[in-house]
């Protein structure tokens, strides 16, 4: 009975090995070549679902060339979070992934004190009001009053792959800021366009980060897209993902992003920083397809590109 309900709640996914992974251990080929997370792989050899021509096979054990692995799947059976009722946009969907648009003042999962009332949640509800179990899978996040793209695998296959993308630098996001201020500033500081400084834990505030002697790379690229002179709007891409990159470069340089009350000042203007996740490039991690995914400017930063367009 415990076998028939497996199988009901799985299915084995199956790949060829190729003569290029010809003498390549098992374990590897699941990480390398089908983008098994370490977690799933542990899993998948502990519960005996890792295959080699029909049979359960162990991590080292070493593949020919035109063997069949096969690792089985299992259906979701929980959320992972509290489903619970919210409005969610939802920019591009199919049975692998999934992104939303987030708005400014969620997070995109739980985190800390807050268990509720995040993206993450809305997503599970919309899911259980199709019918279906998806656990949710966030593959980055967005800080709390930051809008914009947000990408979730719907299969752990998917998770996996996507994640391999996200390490190598091929899951691409681009960003809008409205900085304060002429943006000739930042490129007379910054002529190649780029910032490379490192970014470390503020030691006196450790909930802020700083450049400084000692942090981790952080690497921006930006081009100044409009420029005015209370506002400018910058399109920006990270080679890096260290925590408000973004927010504390441009801080450094003296284009602080508008409304940052962290890193720079209120604003009469906008009740929060003008910062947006408006672009989201990976493939697709069933088809190889490039996937693109944009996000239309949420109306308090338009309100910011008027001014900028008016000047």
Not at 65 to 83: E, H, L, N
């Amino acid at each position: 009975m415990k076998g028939k309900r497996r199988e009901k709640n799985s299915s084995l996914k199956k790949y060829i090995v190729a003569a290029r992974y010809d003498g390549m251990e098992l374990e590897q080929y699941l990480k390398e070549v089908m983008s098994v997370s370490a977690r799933q792989r542990q899993k998948l050899f502990f519960s005996r679902g890792v295959y080699v021509n029909g049979s359960s096979a162990h991590t080292k054990r070493v593949l020919k060339a035109g063997d069949m692995v096969a690792i089985r799947q299992f259906k979701d059976t929980s959320y992972g979070v509290v489903p619970e009722e919210g409005r969610v946009e939802v920019l591009y969907e199919d049975a692998e992934v999934i992104v939303l648009n987030k708005p400014a003042g969620m997070l995109v999962h739980p985190a800390g004190q807050t268990s509720t009332g995040t993206l993450a949640n809305y997503l599970a509800y919309y899911f259980k009001q199709q019918g279906q179990v998806v656990t949710i899978r966030p593959l980055h996040r967005l800080d709390r009053d930051t809008t914009g793209c947000v990408l979730f695998a719907k299969t752990a296959g998917a998770q996996g792959k996507l994640e391999a993308m996200l390490a190598a630098g091929q899951l691409h996001r681009k960003y809008g800021a409205v900085v304060c201020g002429d943006g000739a500033l930042l490129q007379e500081k910054f002529p190649a366009g780029t910032i490379n400084l490192p970014i470390g834990r503020n030691p006196l505030q450790p909930n802020r980060r700083q450049v400084m002697a000692g942090g981790k790379e952080a690497v921006t690229h930006f081009e100044v897209a409009k420029r005015g002179s209370r506002y400018s709007l910058l399109q920006l891409s990270l080679e890096t993902g260290r925590t408000h990159q973004i927010r504390v470069h441009l801080a450094h340089a003296g284009c602080p992003v508008a409304g940052d009350r962290m890193y720079g000042s209120r604003s009469r203007d906008i009740r929060r920083q003008a910062l947006h996740g408006r672009e989201l490039e990976f493939l697709h991690p069933a088809s190889g397809e490039p996937v693109v995914v944009k996000a239309p400017y949420p109306e308090d930063m338009q309100v910011l590109l008027d001014i900028i367009d008016a000047e």
